[in-house]
């Protein structure tokens, strides 16, 4: 955008170069203008007013929403129990109660707008995950991740150790533990009953157990636990601690909760209880972003499709009524077929889902 000086600057050098003989279109070429660019200022008051864009006044769309309706989208947004979710996950249980008031976009326009777009938490940027060995899951029971993590007491050197198993296909928290020791007694026992809650003595197929290179989660009584259960034990590899990245992620979601203490736990049936209240509200609350924004219980139990069904009829209504507020086709309600742990290149992942999936339908 040429400021008004600018402009009347360039016209009268152009003016003063004609005068002594130069050419119009070379005259504008050297200073970088086009020809028609200074026919439109000298036909339409720029040379005298200046740029009309910034001070112009632009009609409202048609389709845009009405006072009423942001008014709507904001009171939504601040209501209590939506107070530490972005507009990805307002959107979603807006909808599963049959309510759709605008896009994510929109709410996070209207929330921008007044302010209320601060980043919440402390997490820092992700950093980039490397592709090691793969698992695919198809189905509840097929892959589990599991590990171990500290959690602080009030008291300075002291921690408690939280035990967590995650079915990667749902996300839902299968087996947890919570102890004032690291023994490798305590994760034979977790994945014992883990097992035993699941049913997979029954299956033919038994699940993959992925973990790191902890010694307690490598021992020998725990080896021997898995053996006897036919559950298969697969690792990270050595020095890499983004190879069990949803268990990571998942005692990141923990931590990051409002209701984590940040002076620690007093003690440790304090620790259990909440590790108890975490676990209802990941398993049954939470929607979680990396299946559609169902919640791990609903995907495991195999609610998600008609969940995600009723979204996608929701949205097609949501169109039909104001087609215009569409600029393409409605949000992608699709339920997600199989979950990969550390995927590697595409057509190695696509073979191993299409072989998954051949095997499931000889088994049937």
Request: a positive charge; one cysteine or more; aromatic letters at 8%.
């Amino acid at each position: 955008m040429i400021a008004l000086e600018d402009r009347q600057t360039l016209a009268r050098e152009i003016k003063q170069a004609c005068q002594a003989g130069a050419r119009l279109s070379e005259a504008c070429v050297a200073v970088g203008l086009s020809a028609r660019t200074l026919q439109r200022w000298q036909a339409h008051g720029g040379l005298a007013s200046g740029d009309g864009r910034p001070m112009a006044e632009r009609p409202m769309p048609s389709h845009a929403l009405t006072p009423n309706e942001r008014a709507a989208v904001l009171a939504a947004a601040n209501e209590p129990r939506f107070a530490d979710m972005p507009p990805a996950r307002i959107v979603p249980m807006l909808a599963d109660e049959g309510i759709y008031l605008a896009s994510e976009s929109t709410f996070s326009r209207i929330l921008r707008a007044h302010g209320q777009t601060s980043h919440r938490g402390r997490a820092k940027a992700p950093r980039q995950q490397r592709p090691p060995t793969t698992h695919i899951a198809t189905a509840p029971g097929q892959v589990w991740c599991w590990d171990m993590t500290y959690l602080p007491a009030v008291v300075a050197g002291r921690w408690f150790y939280l035990y967590l198993i995650l079915d990667l296909y749902s996300r839902k928290i299968i087996g947890w533990e919570v102890h004032a020791e690291d023994d490798a007694d305590h994760a034979s026992h977790l994945v014992r009953r883990t097992a035993l809650a699941e049913g997979i003595a029954m299956r033919h197929n038994k699940p993959v157990l992925h973990g790191d290179n902890g010694a307690t989660l490598k021992a020998t009584t725990v080896l021997a636990m898995l053996h006897w259960l036919g559950v298969k034990p697969s690792y990270s590899r050595p020095r890499v601690s983004d190879d069990n990245a949803f268990a990571e992620a998942l005692f990141r979601t923990a931590k990051y909760r409002p209701e984590f203490p940040p002076g620690g736990f007093a003690d440790l049936a304090a620790t259990r209880d909440w590790a108890a209240n975490f676990v209802h509200w990941y398993n049954v609350e939470h929607r979680h972003s990396g299946i559609r924004y169902v919640s791990p219980a609903q995907r495991h139990a195999g609610q998600d499709k008609a969940i995600l069904a009723a979204r996608h009829q929701l949205y097609q209504a949501a169109q039909a009524r104001n087609p215009a507020r569409w600029s393409g086709h409605t949000r992608n309600w699709e339920p997600c077929d199989a979950v990969t742990l550390n995927p590697e290149r595409d057509h190695v992942v696509s073979s191993m889902v299409a072989k998954e999936i051949h095997t499931q339908q000889i088994a049937a």
